[in-house]
């Protein structure tokens, strides 16, 4: 059974500018969760998607947005990207019920210049 | 915040045992202890969870004790790459229940 995969794994952009970044979680998963790690703050929980619906969201400013499509893929996007957003981004799948277990992708680097 | 505490750091000798402890004098009567590892900036790795039952998988053990204000991840016999920062975190058995990640130990398993 094929993993959680991230597109693109690496990504270099500019201040200002804005990233969209996929995620296809494993198949026959319907909850994806977004996260973000940075040397400072470590991971933190940014939202989760279930059945295209946002069901729970860190602690994040409004330029971190998601949608999840009706197969269950997932996008983010960061709009006016800051040099703080420099960041591995991770989403993580599972079935999306009561206690169900994580399943983290590969991540996503993002520099922001 | 995290409600786990972890030593930041531990060694272990290839082919010993590497025990991996944990305190979540909070934990809650719904949740799980979960166990996740990350090598050097990749996904972190599900290893394995419990509620109050010792757990034992194909890759380790979890050792909770009986009050469940603490446990201990088993490796039995350490590889090098098993070297990771190792993560606990407890999560409540209820929908849409993110994990909340704290420092976790960073493992180092030594020839």
């Known amino acids: 059974k094929a993993g959680v995969t991230q597109t693109p794994r690496y990504l270099i952009k500019t201040r200002g500018q804005q990233v969209t970044l996929s995620c296809s979680p494993i198949s026959g998963h319907r909850s994806v969760s977004w996260y973000q790690q940075t040397p400072g703050q470590g991971l933190q929980f940014l939202f989760e998607?279930?059945?295209?619906?946002?069901?729970n969201k860190g602690n994040f400013p409004g330029r971190f947005s998601g949608r999840q499509f009706s197969n269950s893929r997932s996008e983010m996007n960061v709009s006016t990207l800051e040099l703080g957003d420099s960041a591995l981004y991770l989403c993580?799948?599972?079935?999306?019920?009561?206690?169900?277990?994580?399943?983290f992708g590969p991540g996503t680097r993002l520099l922001v210049l | 915040d995290a409600k786990t505490t972890q030593p930041p750091s531990m060694d272990c000798a290839e082919g010993r045992a590497a025990n991996l402890p944990c305190n979540h004098s909070?934990?809650?009567?719904?949740?799980?202890v979960y166990w996740y590892r990350q090598i050097h900036s990749q996904g972190p790795q599900y290893i394995i969870h419990g509620l109050k039952n010792n757990e034992t998988n194909e890759m380790a053990s979890l050792i909770i004790t009986e009050d469940r204000k603490s446990s201990t991840l088993i490796l039995p016999h350490a590889t090098l790459r098993d070297t990771a920062v190792y993560y606990c975190i407890v999560r409540a058995d209820n929908y849409g229940q993110n994990f909340v990640f704290g420092p976790g130990t960073r493992l180092s398993v030594l020839p």
């Open positions: 909070t934990i809650s009567g719904n949740e799980y």
């Open positions: 993580a799948s599972s079935f999306g019920g009561v206690g169900e277990t994580q399943y």
């Open positions: 998607y279930f059945s295209e619906t946002q069901r």
